[in-house]
């Protein structure tokens, strides 16, 4: 265990980092960059919880055909969805999510508008007109809100509410009271706010089974034949906000009530091949970047699921070892790996450490505003330098303010 004793000089215990095998002492005290070089502005870690940090290769490339596509004379920015070269793109897309989440057939691809936020309306909106009820489970911020919004449209039956915990864990299997006649089970497979997740998905039996998966998904591989809904904003882990990506089963695309308005009607949409209005080209192009690169350059999702654990580690591991200087929010076994939310002694210590933090380049680490205390958001993009960076300063930090 390291020794957070106030010491003056900080001489700092490196074993911790060691152990991670992926650093050396000599290495973690590069000051390393992840700015464009040349007359570019620099670029700081940003832990923000979303719009999140994009590889920066994917910055680069975008770049290049913001003011024309080579042979093209068009700026990606102008192009018509109906092009060919969109239609390319927007294929591409979709083809490299197949590949890296093993989307089985039977399943649509969707590139909606609205956020995240519009799937809380559209879902019950499709499947509660029925009369049926819907299972939720509220393991945070998200989930609690979706529920809400569901009830203005349908019955909705919380099956587990973490609320009384400050939602500090995710049920355990034995907790869900499901209901075999739901329409559908919903749950936040990340909770961006109280960065709690789920390590794997509730068993549901037939029911269908929902998840807002906006702040994991692409984090790791997982089973889409589990899933009736899977979806998820882009804003964090997937590209830049503006495009909404659903992966619905097509007997639940089929259940769509007929009267719905087009644009939140799963069954026009996704007749329409997510083109029934002009969608969000550039955030599409982008995620094809984003998911080229994680096949091209990370390796598949196996591969990118090691870093992320690597990277929260790392964090986890500071946070244990300070002696409770560090109050992590999740408990252990529902730990996020995409968001590490913890607490400082007092708002004094806490300020300070935004302050300085910020001074390093390490930014948008404050917690958010309704659970308070310091997050960071440690999504695909954040290079292993940044947390390796951010855990330094927090080993220092604790060293030399601790009681
Ligand atoms: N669900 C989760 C888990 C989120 O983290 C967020 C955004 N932070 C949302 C939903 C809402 O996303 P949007 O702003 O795209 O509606």
Redesign the pocket.
């Known amino acids: 265990m390291l020794d957070f004793t106030p010491v003056g000089l900080v001489i700092p215990d490196w074993q911790i980092f060691i152990k991670h095998g992926f650093i050396s002492p000599i290495k973690i005290q590069i000051d390393h960059k992840i700015g464009m070089t040349g007359n570019m502005e620099k670029r700081v870690y940003n832990f923000s919880?979303?719009p999140a940090m994009l590889p920066l290769s994917v910055l680069e490339e975008s770049q290049k055909n913001v003011v024309s596509i080579p042979g093209l004379g068009q700026s990606m920015l102008e192009i018509s969805h109906r092009s060919k070269t969109f239609t390319e793109v927007i294929e591409q897309a979709e083809a490299n999510l197949r590949t890296l989440l093993k989307i089985p057939d039977g399943y649509r691809v969707l590139f909606l508008q609205g956020?995240?936020?519009l799937q809380f309306a559209m879902i019950p909106m499709t499947f509660l007109r029925s009369g049926k009820s819907a299972d939720y489970i509220l393991s945070g911020t998200?989930s609690k809100k979706a529920s809400k919004e569901a009830k203005t449209l349908g019955n909705v039956n919380v099956v587990w509410n973490g609320e009384s915990s400050n939602y500090d864990h995710v049920p355990s299997q034995d907790e869900l009271k499901l209901d075999s006649n739901a329409a559908y089970v919903y749950h936040?497979s990340?909770?961006?706010i109280q960065g709690v997740q789920f390590q794997t998905e509730p068993e549901v039996g037939d029911v269908p089974l929902v998840c807002?998966a906006?702040?994991d998904l692409l984090c790791r591989p997982l089973s889409v034949e589990k899933y009736g809904i899977l979806y998820a904003?882009a804003?964090k882990n997937i590209g830049p906000?503006g495009v909404?990506l659903v992966i619905i089963r097509d007997d639940l695309v089929k259940q769509t009530p007929s009267d719905l308005p087009s644009l939140l009607n799963y069954s026009v949409l996704a007749e329409g091949k997510s083109l029934v209005n002009t969608p969000p080209v550039f955030s599409i192009y982008v995620m094809k970047l984003v998911t080229d690169w994680l096949l091209n350059d990370i390796g598949g999702l196996d591969r990118m699921l090691e870093i992320n654990q690597k990277k929260a580690d790392l964090l986890y591991d500071v946070i244990d070892a300070s002696n409770g200087f560090y109050d992590a929010h999740a408990k252990q076994g529902s730990r996020s790996l995409m968001n590490v939310a913890f607490r400082l002694p007092n708002e004094q210590l806490q300020d300070g450490f935004l302050t300085e933090a910020a001074k390093q380049d390490l930014v948008a680490l404050k917690g958010h505003r309704s659970v308070g205390g310091c997050r960071a958001s440690i999504y695909n993009a954040m290079p292993v330098e940044g947390v390796q960076k951010l855990a330094k300063f927090m080993y220092q930090f604790a060293s030399v303010n601790a009681q």
Request: proline share 6%; net charge negative; aromatic share 6%.
């Open positions: 919880p979303g956020g995240a936020q998200w936040t990340n909770e961006t807002d906006s702040s904003c804003q906000a909404t």
